[in-house]
């Protein structure tokens, strides 16, 4: 099962790209404070756990269903 805060660098704010819509082979630097260091280079469809949405973006964050009474 997926990390709920896991996301792809394509609509991540790290992804150092200039486009408002990275295609998921746009291969850019990751600019995360703690990725940083490592000088990731990673494409659109690549993603982690540090993911951060985009300003202005709404992910759609799944919850788990209500338990039924
Ligand atoms: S590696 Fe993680 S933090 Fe960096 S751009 Fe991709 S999803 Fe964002």
Do not use: T, Y
């Not at 990390?3 to 991540?12: R, V």
């Not at 990673?42 to 269903?65: K, L, T």
């Amino acid at each position: 099962m997926a990390d709920a805060s896991w996301g792809n660098c394509k609509n991540c704010r790290f992804f150092a790209g200039n486009s408002d819509e990275p295609s998921d082979e746009a291969v850019q630097g990751c600019n995360q404070s703690e990725l940083k260091k490592f000088a990731l280079v990673v494409s659109g469809d690549s993603g982690c756990n540090a993911f951060e949405a985009q300003a202005g973006e709404s992910v759609p964050i799944r919850e788990e269903p209500a338990p039924m009474h």
